[in-house]
Each structure stands twice: as structure tokens, then as C-alpha cells.
């Protein structure tokens, strides 16, 4: 007869995402960069697996706990300008885990924002959450105010609407419409589905319009509100509802 309390082997990267220590994208870097251990070696194969409670994990040198009643944690904090969105930085600058509230959970970043950026960004300790948040499949539109340089007409935005090309990849249709024009400055509201690495700036740099400023406001039905820059907040409950997709 089986044992029914043997537990099932789990791939280490979704280990790792359970004790809320990375996404499962990020672990995957993690085991990449050669800094997790599984009983003592160095893991090398992406897929592999451990079974919990027998097996033993450690990452950058730290053993990994799951916890079985792990309460899913999730914060708005809205990151300054000129800040990384890294737990920390080997030159010093200032990084996103310098605003993070007082808690005794491990908490990290949901996606990530441009150094120069601003605005919007969620913290959780649930890996699997922040899986499902970032991955383009799940459809969770990101806002954006954009200031570009030079005046934009709404037909140039047709490209952007239909789904820009960057770099020769065609990308998900965007969202996008002028608020208003001030000199010679151009103020754009922008919705995202993907948000690949500077996604922005490279599809309004393809219509001449150099992007100098991007405040994220709104993560699905998550808005900044009344959040100064540094400033952070504990999601409510209907909030943390209405994530949990």
C-alpha cells in the first residue's frame, strides 16, 4: 500500500517561490547563477526536483523553510525615481528594499520598474502569486503616465494600438491616448499587458518621441492612490481578493 503521507518531488524553482523568496522566474536566475544548493550541491538542471521535508534547499547560502499556513502578504509601495528595483546592489545605490515596510515576512518585488521610473510597484512573500501577476498569459494591464518629447498625433499611436514591433518581435496591442501637450512635451496614458525590458521607451523612441519620464499608476485593479514616493501600504482585504486570479 502507498504511503499517502510520502510527499510528491516539486521542481526546486517553485520551491523556492513557496517560501517567498523569488518569483519562479527570478529562482530560476537564482539557480542559474550557481547560488542554490540541494542536499549540499550545487543545483545545475533547471528542472530538478526535491521532495519537502526530506530534502534539503538552501539559497545564497541561507536554508529554505516552507511554511504549510503561509499567509500570502502582498504591498503597494511606490518607488522613487533613480532607485533599483533589486533587494540590493554590490555598487551601493539605492534599492527598492531601502522603503520596504517593517515585517517579519520575506518580501520581494512583483516585476520590476526602470531605474529612472516611478510609481506603482507590489511586494508580496507568495512566489506563486507574483508568477501568475507578471506572466503576459494572465492579461494584467499596467498603467502608465508617460511624458515624450515633441508633439504626438493619435493616428502615429495606431502602430502602438495594433501591437508594437520592437526589434523585429511583434508585441501585444497597447492602450493609449493623449492627456495633453504643455510646450513642446507630450503627456501619454499607456496600458500594458507585457512590459518587456524598456518596452516603453523603445516602441515611442521608434515614433521620434524620446521618453523622459514614465510613473506606473495602477497594477490591474491596483491603483497608487494617495502614495507619496518612499511611501508603502498593506493591501486590504477586497484588494488582496481581487489579485488572487
Same mark, same amino acid.
Given at each position: 500500500?502507498?504511503?499517502?503521507?510520502?510527499?510528491?518531488?516539486?521542481?526546486?524553482?517553485?520551491?523556492?517561490?513557496?517560501?517567498?523568496?523569488?518569483?519562479?522566474?527570478?529562482?530560476?536566475?537564482?539557480?542559474?547563477?550557481?547560488?542554490?544548493?540541494?542536499?549540499?550541491?550545487?543545483?545545475?538542471?533547471?528542472?530538478?526536483?526535491?521532495?519537502?521535508?526530506?530534502?534539503?534547499?538552501?539559497?545564497?547560502?541561507?536554508?529554505?523553510?516552507?511554511?504549510?499556513?503561509?499567509?500570502?502578504?502582498?504591498?503597494?509601495?511606490?518607488?522613487?525615481?533613480?532607485?533599483?528595483?533589486?533587494?540590493?546592489?554590490?555598487?551601493?545605490?539605492?534599492?527598492?528594499?531601502?522603503?520596504?515596510? %517593517?515585517?517579519?515576512?520575506?518580501?520581494?518585488?512583483?516585476?520590476?520598474?526602470?531605474?529612472?521610473?516611478?510609481?506603482?510597484?507590489?511586494?508580496?512573500?507568495?512566489?506563486?502569486?507574483?508568477?501568475?501577476?507578471?506572466?503576459?498569459?494572465?492579461?494584467?494591464?499596467?498603467?502608465?503616465?508617460?511624458?515624450?518629447?515633441?508633439?504626438?498625433?493619435?493616428?502615429?499611436?495606431?502602430?502602438?494600438?495594433?501591437?508594437?514591433?520592437?526589434?523585429?518581435?511583434?508585441? %501585444?496591442?497597447?492602450?493609449?491616448?493623449?492627456?495633453?501637450?504643455?510646450?513642446?512635451?507630450?503627456?501619454?496614458?499607456?496600458?500594458?499587458?507585457?512590459?518587456?525590458?524598456? %518596452?516603453?521607451?523603445?516602441?515611442?523612441?521608434?515614433?521620434?518621441?524620446?521618453?523622459?519620464?514614465?510613473?506606473?499608476?495602477?497594477?490591474?485593479?491596483?491603483?497608487?492612490?494617495?502614495?507619496?514616493?518612499?511611501?508603502?501600504?498593506?493591501?486590504?482585504?477586497?484588494?488582496?481578493? %481581487?489579485?488572487?486570479?
Amino acid at each position: 500500500m502507498q504511503n499517502s503521507n510520502v510527499q510528491e518531488p516539486i521542481r526546486i524553482q517553485k520551491v523556492i517561490a513557496q517560501a517567498g523568496i523569488a518569483s519562479r522566474r527570478a529562482a530560476e536566475k537564482l539557480i542559474l547563477s550557481g547560488v542554490v544548493m540541494l542536499n549540499g550541491e550545487i543545483v545545475k538542471e533547471m528542472g530538478q526536483k526535491m521532495i519537502i521535508g526530506k530534502d534539503h534547499l538552501s539559497v545564497e547560502g541561507r536554508r529554505v523553510k516552507i511554511s504549510q499556513h503561509k499567509k500570502t502578504q502582498v504591498y503597494a509601495l511606490y518607488k522613487p525615481k533613480n532607485c533599483i528595483t533589486t533587494l540590493n546592489d554590490p555598487e551601493g545605490r539605492t534599492t527598492i528594499s531601502d522603503f520596504f515596510p %517593517q515585517t517579519s515576512v520575506r518580501l520581494f518585488p512583483i516585476g520590476r520598474l526602470d531605474y529612472d521610473a516611478e510609481g506603482l510597484i507590489l511586494l508580496t512573500n507568495d512566489g506563486d502569486l507574483a508568477q501568475q501577476l507578471m506572466h503576459p498569459s494572465h492579461k494584467v494591464w499596467k498603467g502608465y503616465f508617460v511624458k515624450v518629447r515633441g508633439f504626438v498625433k493619435n493616428e502615429t499611436l495606431a502602430a502602438l494600438r495594433r501591437g508594437p514591433v520592437i526589434e523585429k518581435r511583434k508585441h %501585444q496591442a497597447v492602450r493609449v491616448k493623449i492627456l495633453h501637450t504643455v510646450n513642446d512635451k507630450t503627456w501619454l496614458e499607456i496600458f500594458l499587458k507585457e512590459g518587456t525590458n524598456r %518596452q516603453i521607451k523603445k516602441m515611442l523612441l521608434s515614433l521620434g518621441n524620446p521618453v523622459q519620464k514614465i510613473k506606473r499608476f495602477q497594477v490591474g485593479p491596483i491603483s497608487l492612490g494617495d502614495l507619496q514616493s518612499g511611501e508603502c501600504r498593506a493591501l486590504a482585504p477586497e484588494e488582496l481578493k %481581487q489579485i488572487m486570479i
